[in-house]
T-cell receptor
C-alpha cells in the first residue's frame, strides 16, 4: 500500500455542485495533514490544514478520520475558479518525522 | 517580502552536465525540502533537511546531491548520474515538523 493515495480523477462537475475528495494514508501514527491546491504549471499552495476536530473555511471543509486513516475535502457551490489539482500531504510519525509526503493529486474540472 | 525564492525559473542542461538549482528562504524556517514533479504526476521527495549541516534522502535521491550550510539556503545539484532529469523541481520549507510547508515557484529543468 502506498503511503498516501488519492483518486486521480478527473472529477468533472457543473458549477454549483458539491464535490468531495478522499486521501488515504498508511501510517496510523501520522501527525499532521494538509490539503494543497495546484494550478497548471504552478507551485502547490496551501489550501488548509486538517485538524482532528475538522475545520471549515468558507466553501471548503476538511475532515480527518483516524480510525479509517483518511482525510477528506468537501467543496460546496463549486466555482469555475476551483478547477485545479488538489494534493493531500501527510507528515509521518517516528523516525522520519521531518518528512512530508504528498499524494499524486486529484484533478477537478468545474464546467459552466 | 518573506518567502521562498527558486532560481532560475527555466534551466536547460546538456547531457552529461551537472547543474545546481537554487533555493533561498527568509522565513526563518528550520526544515527545507526538494521535490520533483513529472507531467501529470504527484510530488516525489528527493531530499530534505531539518537543520543546518544535516539532510536525509527521500524516495528518489539517486543522481542528486544537496547541502545545507546555511539555514536560508538549500541548493540541489542534479548530477550527470541522473538519467532522466527533465522535470519540474519544487523547493519547500516549513517552520518545523508538523507545520504546513510553503513552496517556491519552481524550476523547470530540460535536458537538451
Amino acid at each position: 500500500r502506498k503511503e498516501v493515495e488519492q483518486d486521480p480523477g478527473p472529477f468533472n462537475v457543473p458549477e454549483g455542485a458539491t464535490v468531495a475528495f478522499n486521501c488515504t494514508y498508511s501510517n496510523s501514527a501520522s501527525q499532521s495533514f494538509f490539503w494543497y491546491r495546484q494550478d497548471c504549471r504552478k507551485e502547490p499552495k496551501l489550501l488548509m490544514s486538517v485538524y482532528s476536530s475538522g475545520n471549515e473555511d468558507g466553501r471548503f471543509t476538511a475532515q480527518l478520520n483516524r480510525a479509517s486513516q483518511y482525510i477528506s475535502l468537501l467543496i460546496r457551490d463549486s466555482k469555475l475558479s476551483d478547477s485545479a489539482t488538489y494534493l493531500c500531504a501527510v507528515s509521518p510519525y517516528g523516525g522520519s518525522q521531518g518528512n512530508l509526503i504528498f499524494g499524486k493529486g486529484t484533478k477537478l474540472s468545474v464546467k459552466p | 517580502d518573506g518567502g521562498i525564492t527558486q532560481s532560475p525559473k527555466y534551466l536547460f542542461r546538456k547531457e552529461g552536465q551537472n547543474v545546481t538549482l537554487s533555493c533561498e528562504q527568509n522565513l526563518n524556517h528550520d526544515a527545507m525540502y526538494w521535490y520533483r514533479q513529472d507531467p501529470g504526476q504527484g510530488l516525489r521527495l528527493i531530499y530534505y533537511s531539518q537543520i543546518v549541516n544535516d539532510f536525509q534522502k527521500g524516495d528518489i535521491a539517486e543522481g542528486y546531491s544537496v547541502s545545507r550550510e546555511k539555514k536560508e539556503s538549500f541548493p540541489l545539484t542534479v548530477t550527470s548520474a541522473q538519467k532522466n532529469p527533465t522535470a519540474f523541481y519544487l523547493c519547500a520549507s516549513r517552520l518545523t515538523q508538523g507545520q504546513e510547508a510553503f513552496f517556491g515557484q519552481g524550476t523547470r529543468l530540460t535536458v537538451v
